[in-house]
């Protein structure tokens, strides 16, 4: 984004004033903005006829989306009437849904929220499948987990998910700890459950480059303020974006934070 649309820019709601908010990379700003989110009315465009009354998720309806960079279609998603309208133009039919809902209807392609203006979000569909409270089902490679029967073909899968409170403490521990170190290109965190076990851990899904070592020093040098098991899992810089709670968003390599949980729309 420009300096100068972001200084224009005047949030229209109070969902607005978190998003703008969440993107100066504070975690907790960036916890609550993803919790709330679900439960806020959300904007989509369609030339179809808009339905009166309740709409089912089975509904069909031709909702409008962009063109990404690399060719893909993304559902576009807005915060607000308004913003519907500066993308579209007049003519075009405006969509209200609870946030939960709309994800479920569109999980299955990207998604942009405000396409066209300085602040919104970039979601790859396991994004949208956790924010419409699906579980996310993610393969991984965990220090500790319930191995396979002898001959099985399978690996061990691990359910993920966003805590339903936010662990705040944690939360600015973790960044205080990876943001520093150049090597990290995000980080999330997020519940764990492995089908069988009798309770969750903390996932932390650190994205990085380089040598890895600093990462696992940082994390050693002292208690985390929390009674469960954190499985550090360490991955390639790039692909999906991960699931749960951002806690270094997505960055360049060398440079700074380049937006909020994940990639931020014309950043």
């Known amino acids: 984004m420009t300096d ?6 005047r949030p229209a709601n109070p969902l607005e004033e978190r998003l703008v908010a969440a993107s100066r990379g504070d975690p ?13 009315t959300l904007y989509v465009g369609t030339l179809d006829k808009v339905p009166e009354g309740t709409l089912q998720a089975s509904t069909p309806m031709r909702v409008l989306s962009i063109e ?17 309208l500066a993308a579209f133009g007049e003519g075009v039919g405006c969509l209200a849904l609870p946030g939960r809902k709309l994800f479920e209807m569109i999980r299955a392609d990207p998604a942009v929220l405000n396409p066209g203006q300085p602040y919104g979000v970039m979601w790859e569909p396991a994004s949208l499948e956790a924010l419409a409270g699906l579980p996310a089902r993610r393969l991984v490679e965990p220090t500790a987990a319930p191995q396979p029967a002898p001959g099985g073909q399978q690996e061990p899968q691990v359910l993920l998910g966003a805590p339903a409170e936010v662990p705040t403490e944690l939360m600015a521990r973790l960044k205080a700890l990876l943001d520093p170190l150049p ?3 995000a ?16 996932h932390l ?10 990462i696992r020093r940082a994390l050693g040098s002292s208690p985390l303020p929390t009674d469960r098991k954190l499985e550090l899992i360490l991955n390639a810089p790039g692909g999906e974006d991960g699931v749960g709670l951002p806690v270094v ?3 360049a390599a060398g440079k700074g934070k380049k937006g909020l949980m994940g990639r931020l729309f014309g950043g």
């Open 4 to 9: 100068a649309a972001a200084y224009l820019f």
């Open 28 to 40: 907790a700003a960036q916890a609550a903005f993803a919790q709330t989110l679900p439960d806020e």
């Open 68 to 84: 990404l960079k690399d060719g893909r279609r993304a559902t576009a998603v807005f915060t607000a009437p308004e913003r519907m």
């Open 183 to 185: 090597q990290v290109r």
């Open 187 to 202: 980080a999330w965190l997020a519940l764990a459950y492995w089908p069988g076990a009798t309770n969750t851990v903390w």
């Open 205 to 214: 899904d650190v994205r990085c480059d380089g040598d890895a070592e600093p």
């Open 249 to 251: 968003a997505v960055r």
